[in-house]
């Protein structure tokens, strides 16, 4: 479990290679933490964040393989990590960006973007909130995005996709009240990761680290929702409200 | 027997996880309730005054034993006592009869099991050590579902059992009745010598040269004060009164002493509740001026003074549930044991949260005689040891106590477990030297391992 300060002893890491997990686990880390279970499909990229990891001195970096579309592996991957210990924190960390183009020229992409960033996420949030139950604590991190609060022209299939995942997320943490599990829903806007380094930066973006301190102070609080940077939250509010004519227009 | 889910924190407030209590009324109901009990295991839980996370088991059982709670006081002024009654149930009978307590900690709403088992100290342990050092027996079911007598004489396996047991967190089985000793109180008065000291140096030097003389000795300390003042504070040194100066106490009974009832009503719960506080009260602002108001009341040097003994032994104990002024999110109180060659420890803890604007309602500084060596994972060590509450929300919480762990192990201090929620398995190994000896005992008597607590998975005990 966590300490008093909410730094946990043991983390999962499913999609344990994005920029936004790693930074994530580093914010995470302490003296107390002594389990990191990095959840990815084997790459070199993963075995490069597992050397980075452990180079930087943490402790106890267990690598699991886990393809988040794959959903019939899930059970048996999540049982064999929880037998090994207590789990504090879950972080959902995988998903996929795509180009709205490609989806609308190429629907299967779209329906396998759709497959992981969605459909692997109810299979994993779901089979995770049971064993954090049965062990009468722990947290669930939603990586989500503001990209899901209403979706635009320019990506909404990957808008959707998070519309999908943040909803999930959200009636999760409510039938989760009392359980001693909590849920955490991360809507970051534009982040500067690999994943989106090829795309001109929005306003209000954040880097990796910011959205990872926003996570850490998010736990400590024990808040459900985080914008990051936290100015978004005001600006999202608004732009729901956006009459359809308006937004349509809005070179967004 | 009842059983409920139900989210479990300690006193501090933090880190709740959700068990299925179970609430018993004999001890007869335990063994089938051990044969049943899952992989999650159970552990006991008292009256919840633990800080941290020693009496709370996520996912698994959590067991009570509120109504075992009868109290005896035999004609030698021993006492025999149900695990689940509260040491506020033992003072009255014993008082009625000029005895009290032999060891009390700042509350009296702690029960005799958790007493035990975190085998608690008071302000007289450089005179009397802590409250296992009491003990005749215990009666003790382990893993097997049996009851076993067990105290300090016996067979080795039974001694060393009993010893685990005293300071032992509940890990080594669920102690359900025991006997102690109780010290002679001829009133209900203490006489108090109060001395008020302007830093650390001379509250230290006082502390050391006022103990002799004086079986009971606590300093509070301003927390908050900074620079030349750090470390003021309030010296009281106190013995029992041995004739009432105040007898109109007792008018109604008429005697020189009240009745038991009397003093079962005025040991009994407080009748001041803190409700649940949205944002806490306790701020950098509030507590300072606490802080210099305590410190200014305070007179500079008073002897003689003889005052209520509830009143000098447990001053919060007039406001129930004060844990709550820190908010939701609760508090760390840490609390750390030095040895007299590691005394500077004292002044880098109180340097180190001061320069950190922690706004601390509780410092407490204590001398500590010769420790419980016969249990291996009792707290006290000859020397010192302080307690400072800190609210959890401050930021830069974890690395400051961190930094201050390792200062405390260079000077061959420990930690307090029933106090901790928040340090590592290596910080608490390496504090208490004769852990693997505790483990063998633990696996000797409880192979499966169906004793255990969030505790003692989050420091791998």
């Known amino acids: 479990m966590t300490d008093a300060l909410a730094r946990p002893t043991s983390l999962l890491i499913l999609g344990g290679t994005s920029d936004i997990a790693v930074a994530t686990v580093r914010a995470l880390n302490s003296p107390v933490l002594r389990r990191v279970v990095l959840a990815a499909r084997p790459s070199e990229r993963r075995d490069a964040v597992v050397a980075a990891l452990t180079g930087s001195g943490m402790r106890g970096v267990e690598v699991v393989d886990f393809d988040a579309a794959d ?89 959707s996709t998070k519309a999908g995942l943040d ?86 | 027997m009842t059983n409920e889910a139900v989210a479990l924190t300690g006193w501090g407030l933090t880190m709740p996880t959700r068990a299925a209590v179970s609430s018993i009324s004999s001890a007869a109901e335990l063994a089938p309730l051990l044969a049943g009990v899952g992989n999650r295991g159970v552990i006991a839980r008292g009256a919840g005054r633990s800080y941290g996370d020693a009496a709370q088991n996520g996912g698994g059982l959590v067991v009570t034993l509120d109504a075992i709670n009868d109290v005896e006081v035999l004609d030698d002024g021993d006492v025999v006592a149900g695990a689940g009654a509260l040491l506020a149930d033992v003072i009255a009978p014993l008082l009625a009869r000029g005895r009290f307590l032999p060891v009390t900690p700042g509350t009296r709403f702690v029960t005799v099991g958790g007493a035990i088992a975190a085998d608690v100290h008071g302000k007289n342990h450089h005179v009397d050590g802590s409250f296992g050092q009491h003990l005749r027996w215990l009666d003790l079911v382990v893993a097997s579902g049996q009851t076993q007598r067990i105290g300090p004489d016996g067979s080795p396996d039974d001694v060393a059992l009993f010893h685990a047991t005293v300071g032992g967190m509940g890990l080594t089985g669920i102690i359900v009745r025991a006997c102690f000793g109780s010290v002679e109180s001829p009133t209900d008065q203490m006489n108090v ?74 040991f009994a719960a407080p009748r001041i509740n803190v409700p649940p506080v949205p944002v806490s009260p306790l701020n950098r602002v509030t507590l300072a001026a606490f802080n210099e108001g305590y410190y200014r009341a305070a007179p500079r040097v008073r002897t003689g003074q003889q005052v209520g003994l509830g009143s000098y032994f447990y001053p919060l104990d007039l406001v129930g549930g004060w844990n709550r002024l820190y908010g939701s999110r609760g508090f760390v109180q840490y609390q750390f044991a030095v040895p007299d060659s590691g005394a500077a420890v004292i002044r880098q803890a109180l340097e180190r949260l001061s320069s950190i604007g922690a706004p601390s309602f509780l410092s407490v500084l204590k001398r500590f005689g010769a420790g419980n060596s016969a249990a291996p994972l009792s707290f006290p060590i000859a020397g010192w040891t302080l307690a400072i509450d800190v609210p959890a929300r401050l930021d830069d919480l974890g690395p400051i106590l961190d930094e201050l762990d390792d200062a405390v192990l260079v000077a061959g201090g420990r930690l307090y477990l029933a106090k901790d929620s928040r340090a590592t398995p290596a910080v608490i190994a390496a504090g208490y030297p004769r852990l693997d000896e505790f483990r063998s005992i633990r696996q000797g008597i409880d192979p499966a391992g169906i004793f255990t607590s969030d505790l003692a998975r989050r420091l791998a005990l």
């Open chain 1, 71 to 159: 959903t019939a592996t899930h059970q048996a991957l999540l049982d064999s990590v929880f037998a090994q210990g207590d789990i504090d924190y879950v972080l959902l960390a995988f998903g996929v960006l795509g180009d709205q183009t490609d989806f609308e020229d190429n629907p299967d992409h779209a329906v396998e973007a759709a497959t992981v960033n969605y459909v692997g996420a109810v299979s994993t949030a779901l089979r995770v909130a049971t064993l954090l139950k049965t062990q009468g604590h722990g947290g669930l991190v939603v990586f989500s995005s503001v990209a899901g609060e209403r979706a635009r022209k320019s990506n909404f299939v990957y808008g």
């Open chain 1, 167 to 252: 909803s999930l997320a959200n009636g999760l943490a409510d039938s989760l009240h009392g359980t001693g599990v909590s849920v955490l829903i991360v809507r970051p806007g534009f982040v500067h990761t690999s994943m989106t380094s090829h795309l001109p930066a929005a306003p209000l973006s954040a880097t990796a680290e910011q959205v990872a301190q926003g996570v850490v102070s998010g736990l400590r609080r024990g808040a459900t929702v985080v914008y990051v940077p936290a100015a978004l939250r005001v600006v999202m509010s608004g732009l729901r409200h956006v009459p359809r004519a308006v937004f349509r227009r809005l070179p967004i």
């Open chain 2, 193 to 266: 010598d109060t001395y008020r000291c302007a830093d650390l140096d001379s509250l230290m030097s006082q502390m050391v040269e006022r103990e002799a003389g004086h079986r009971y000795s606590v300093a509070w300390l301003d927390g908050m004060a900074r620079g030349g003042k750090l470390g003021r504070g309030v010296l009281t040194v106190a013995n029992h009164a041995l004739t009432n100066q105040t007898p109109t106490n007792h008018a109604l009974s008429g005697g020189t002493r009240p009745t038991e009832s009397q003093l079962a009503m005025r």
